[in-house]
């Protein structure tokens, strides 16, 4: 079955204005959308993202290092789903949570390079 | 990294005072913004986290740990940018070894200072409680809008400002020491008696916000009289006056939603928990010398929470206590309430009398106190006309829907 990235990115501070109890709320949903996607066998894993970072770049023939500033568009973070089609997964995509607190998500099919070298 | 089950109730709102106040401490009070940011973060990261790999053993010292490791980073870099690797980085003051552990008791100390800071005399009244609420109390811009009936960009805009008078200050974090410390320790008393006032009123707006302000209010007085600077009388006789005015939230609304006076309460529905804390509280209150407005409020709200019934209750112990009120504070909406307490101790002609005193007092034109009382007076030696008459003016004055129920049905003869 092929293999999705759910990548959630946040534009503006949302999440900071959200009070602690409604940061909480958002919590159990987010426990709510993991038990559903587990409970359909379609959850492969996730992380959040630390900010920041290192932005690497050629320069004059050289490569240098940063200096890394954040766009517009953070990435916060991302799930690993498994479905049977960019349709169903994007349904499951729905459901997440960040997209209640102002996130938006992006979801885009993993290739599988087995499959492409004819394996 | 076992536990299944999500956190327990207002986990995230307890936890972020206690983080906020820990990295403070850390990072110092001007990076104030810093501590709230490396806040967020981490409750951000155990949202994406702990549905997955399951909430930590101890999830209060992974948000610790992650928080102060974000504004590690940031303060790191921000030194790197200004080109002094050394600089904040080696002034952010490392957490003390075994901080896991040590974060587990209770920070009462940072979260004093933090409160302290909050309440700084620098700030207005109103942006003490705005960043009372925000920062010591993890309450959202939005909550605290709806709260206080005004808009989330006013909110906003009072703590940005609030923040840099601080910083332009040099308002520091710590206890203030000596003479200093009861003058500071009243503001910051003075703030959560306000917070609650606001969310023990009854009636209008989000109720919900505003049963959360109250209970903040008693944890937060709760966590002052657990710190050695704090076990002082009149704190004692605050969260005793907090605790018996909130034993009767359940009762004091009828199944149509009326705001009903103590006397019509089902003192059955009285949270006796909350009673018998605020009687300890009242007793712990009375060693020492002071006694403040707080000993006499809470003296007040004692006689009508152990009266067993209305006719029980000692109307001119509670007469004396206003009478002392009087004394100190002598704003015409105290005078008003000793007059009902004269008027149930000594009867309602006594009471109109002392009314009239009152009839041209400018603060108490706009508000249905005066004629809700007149009326009660008047009922009471049988001019229901008048009586009548009265209510519907309350009624025509009050400013909450609960209230405004009570007195129409009044007004209407209903009982």
Redesign the interface.
Same mark, same amino acid.
């Given at each position: 079955m092929p293999r999705y990235m759910v990548l959630m990115h946040e534009s503006d501070d949302a999440w900071a204005k959200l009070s602690a109890e409604e940061k909480q709320r958002m919590m159990e949903k987010y426990f709510a959308w993991a038990e559903e996607l587990r409970r359909g066998d379609h959850l492969r894993g996730g992380d959040p993202l630390v900010r920041g970072g290192r932005l690497l770049r050629v320069a004059g023939g050289e490569v240098v290092d940063g200096p890394f500033t954040e766009t517009k568009e953070v990435l916060t973070g991302y799930f690993m789903l498994e479905a049977g089609d960019l349709d169903e997964a994007a349904a499951l995509a729905r459901g997440c949570p960040a997209l209640i607190h102002g996130e938006s998500v992006v979801v885009r099919e993993i290739a599988e390079l087995s499959e492409d070298a004819g394996g | 990294m076992t536990r299944a089950d999500?956190?327990a109730e207002? &986990?995230? !709102?307890r936890?972020?005072g206690r983080l906020v106040a820990a990295l403070t401490r850390a990072l110092g009070p001007d990076r104030l913004d810093l501590a709230?940011?490396a806040v967020?973060?981490a &409750?951000? !990261?155990?949202?994406?986290?702990?549905?997955?790999r399951g909430v930590p053993d101890r999830p209060d010292a992974w948000l610790y740990r992650t928080a102060r490791n974000?504004a590690l980073?940031?303060a790191r !870099?921000e030194a790197r940018?200004r080109d002094r690797e050394d600089g904040i980085a080696a002034e952010l003051v490392p957490p003390p070894a075994g901080d896991d552990t040590r974060f587990a008791g209770e920070l009462v100390d940072d979260r004093l200072r933090l409160m302290f800071l909050c309440c700084h005399p620098a700030l207005s009244r109103p942006s003490r409680v705005t960043l009372t609420l925000k920062v010591a109390a993890?309450?959202?811009?939005?909550?605290i809008a709806r709260a206080f009936r005004t808009t989330?960009s006013t909110v906003a805009q009072r703590i940005v400002r609030a923040k840099r008078t601080l910083r332009e200050r040099g308002a520091p974090f710590e206890l203030p020491a000596g003479a200093e410390l009861a003058g500071r320790m009243d503001a910051v008393l003075d703030v959560l008696y306000l917070v609650f006032s606001e969310g023990y009123r009854p009636g209008s707006g989000d109720e919900d916000a505003r049963r959360?302000l109250a209970a903040e209010a008693v944890r937060l007085v709760q966590l002052i009289r657990r710190h050695p600077a704090g076990r002082l009388p009149h704190v004692e006789a605050l969260l005793a006056l907090m605790l018996f005015q909130s034993s009767r939230l359940a009762a004091r609304t009828d199944a149509d939603g009326a705001l009903l006076p103590i006397e019509e309460q089902d003192r059955a529905r009285w949270d006796r928990r909350a009673i018998d804390e605020a009687v300890r509280a009242l007793a712990r209150s009375a060693r020492g010398g002071r006694l403040s407005e707080y000993h006499l409020l809470a003296g007040i709200s004692a006689c009508h929470a152990l009266a067993p019934d209305p006719a029980a209750t000692d109307w001119e112990r509670i007469v004396g206590l206003y009478d002392e009120l009087v004394a100190r504070n002598g704003g015409d909406l105290v005078r008003l309430n000793r007059a009902v307490a004269v008027g149930r101790a000594r009867g309602p002609a006594a009471a109109l009398a002392v009314l009239g005193e009152l009839a041209e007092s400018p603060a108490l034109q706009t508000c249905h106190y005066l004629p809700a009382a007149r009326a009660d007076a008047l009922h009471r030696l049988g001019r229901d006309e008048e009586a009548r008459a009265e209510w519907e003016r309350a009624a025509r004055l009050a400013s909450n829907g609960a209230e405004r129920i009570y007195l129409e049905r009044r007004a209407r003869g209903d009982k």
């Open positions: - | 999500p956190v207002h &986990f995230f !709102r936890e972020s709230e940011t967020q973060e &409750f951000l !990261r155990a949202l994406r986290v702990w549905p997955l974000f980073d940031v !870099r940018f993890g309450f959202g811009t939005a909550e989330e959360d």
